[in-house]
């Protein structure tokens, strides 16, 4: 397989991520946010695994180890209510850069939207790759408006 065929580059754009997201979480050392973020590396394991089996029957994928599950949607949705419930979210566009972490945040979620984008066209049908990373990005931009709470620039506040 040529690796500018759409499975790696998929896989590869999660890697990536996954990168990036360290690069976030280097700025975070030994907080609750690194230890969120060390769960989304490791999940992201399990979504390249799931990947790079596309060719393996389903029923031989293990649940949370090379198959991503409901499960671990449901806990990336769980963590944005839990920060969500912490501060009042902007109404408006937010100018990402209000410091390293949260601009390393937003960065690790640009990676993520594209990796989504990229796996749209070849995750199987019943899969839950594209809702995870969907729900992970999401769930960085929430982590990067907190990271950035005294710092947030919205449309407007500044010139």
Request: aromatic share 4%; glycine share 6%; hydrophobic share 45%.
């Amino acid at each position: 397989m040529s690796k500018d065929d759409p499975l790696p580059r998929a896989y590869g754009t999660v890697d990536e991520a996954q990168a990036a997201i360290g690069l976030a979480r280097a700025e975070c050392r030994g907080s609750d946010t690194e230890t969120v973020l060390v769960r989304a590396e490791r999940d992201l394991w399990v979504v390249m695994a799931e990947l790079a089996s596309a060719d393996l029957p389903r029923e031989r994928l293990r649940p949370g180890e090379t198959l991503v599950t409901d499960d671990m949607v449901a806990r990336l949705e769980s963590e944005i209510d839990r920060l969500m419930a912490t501060f009042e979210m902007p109404r408006e566009f937010v100018v990402p850069g209000g410091g390293r972490l949260a601009a390393s945040l937003d960065f690790a979620r640009c990676v993520v939207r594209r990796a989504e984008r990229e796996v749209l066209c070849v995750a199987h049908e019943d899969s839950r790759v594209v809702a995870y990373l969907n729900r992970l990005s999401d769930l960085l931009w929430v982590m990067a408006r907190c990271a950035e709470e005294e710092t947030l620039t919205a449309r407007g506040d500044a010139s």
